[in-house]
């Protein structure tokens, strides 16, 4: 202790003298701190694609694609990927899994601290800054999250962007755009095909070049996440997630789900429940 405030007093007499005693140093003109944080977990790929206005960081458990606006992001466990305001996002049915921690918050203007949009690779510095940030999640009401979470953007933002990223034609990005937003439309390579003006071969060939799935696996893919999300985090009915995924019947539905899955829509339901209700019982005994 004796020795360490013997450095601070060898500092000290470094200081120059200030020219006025009564100003100091300011905080830069319109500097905020992130405001209004949400951290919360996901282990499901949500049913459409979505654009708010927040700032959203997102950190993987397991290797992940992610789209956002026409950039294809493959994300592994370690790195942080980090959406500004509006920008459409949304995540591949590609993934090997989708449990991910965000952190979300708003700012009023951008501020100097924040690192670009993109990928960024996490070092032990950073990680163990999440840590603080884990922690301060628990003190209810103080700045000291803000704080926190500003320490850990200003650090990154030095950073250069880890190069994950893939461009993805505009002509495949809006086929992945027609496939989220007309997912109630039971949709085929050839109806694809007739909305972008192009030849179903060339679709087929463009679409799995870039995206590593064909049409009809992604569009697969894609109705059985979106039935998942439905079935497990909704009480909607099953003839209603049928049209909502496409289907012109529920029977027709129902056959597809089981082929994916090996379970009818309702019994994935029910076992969904009973894992949450284990889930939950396992957090109180925990607690206690």
């Known amino acids: 202790m004796q020795e360490d405030y013997r450095k601070l007093q060898l500092w000290a007499k470094k200081l120059p003298e200030p020219e006025n005693l009564y100003e100091g140093e300011a905080l830069p003109q319109d500097f905020e701190l992130p405001d209004e944080i949400l951290l919360f977990y996901h282990d499901y790929c949500a049913a459409t694609p979505n654009a708010h206005q927040r700032y959203t960081l997102v950190f993987p458990f397991s290797e992940m694609h992610y789209f956002v606006e026409q950039n294809h992001y493959l994300l592994q466990p370690g790195q942080m990927l980090i959406i500004y305001p509006h920008q459409m996002r949304f995540l591949s049915p590609k993934s090997s899994g989708y449990e991910r921690l965000f952190i979300t918050f708003s700012l009023k203007t951008v501020q100097f601290y924040l690192p670009s949009p993109g990928v960024c690779q996490l070092d032990p510095l950073a990680c163990s800054q999440l840590e603080l940030i884990r922690d301060a999640c628990f003190d209810c009401g103080g700045a000291l999250?803000?704080?926190?979470?500003?320490?850990?953007?200003?650090?990154?933002?030095?950073?250069v962007p880890h190069n994950s990223e893939k461009r993805l034609s505009l002509q495949i990005s809006r086929a992945i755009e027609y496939i989220n937003g007309e997912r109630g439309c039971e949709l085929n390579l050839r109806t694809l095909a007739g909305k972008l003006h192009m030849s179903e071969s060339n679709l087929r060939r463009r679409f799995k070049l870039e995206t590593g799935l064909s049409v009809k696996n992604y569009i697969h893919r894609q109705r059985q996440e979106i039935a998942?999300?439905?079935?497990?985090?909704?009480?909607?009915?099953?003839?209603?997630?049928?049209?909502?995924?496409?289907?012109?019947?529920?029977?027709?539905?129902?056959?597809?789900?089981?082929?994916?899955?090996?379970?009818?829509?309702?019994?994935?339901?029910?076992?969904?429940?009973d894992r949450a209700a284990k889930e939950r019982k396992y957090d109180d005994s925990e607690k206690e």
């Not at 999250?145 to 950073?159: A, D, K, M, P």
């Not at 009915?237 to 090996?262: L, N, R």
């Open 228 to 273: 998942r999300y439905y079935l497990q985090k909704t009480f909607t009915g099953v003839d209603e997630i049928a049209e909502k995924c496409g289907f012109q019947s529920a029977a027709a539905f129902c056959h597809f789900f089981k082929m994916q899955t090996g379970f009818s829509p309702l019994q994935y339901r029910f076992a969904s429940g």
């Open 145 to 159: 999250l803000h704080l926190r979470l500003f320490e850990f953007l200003n650090r990154l933002s030095g950073s």
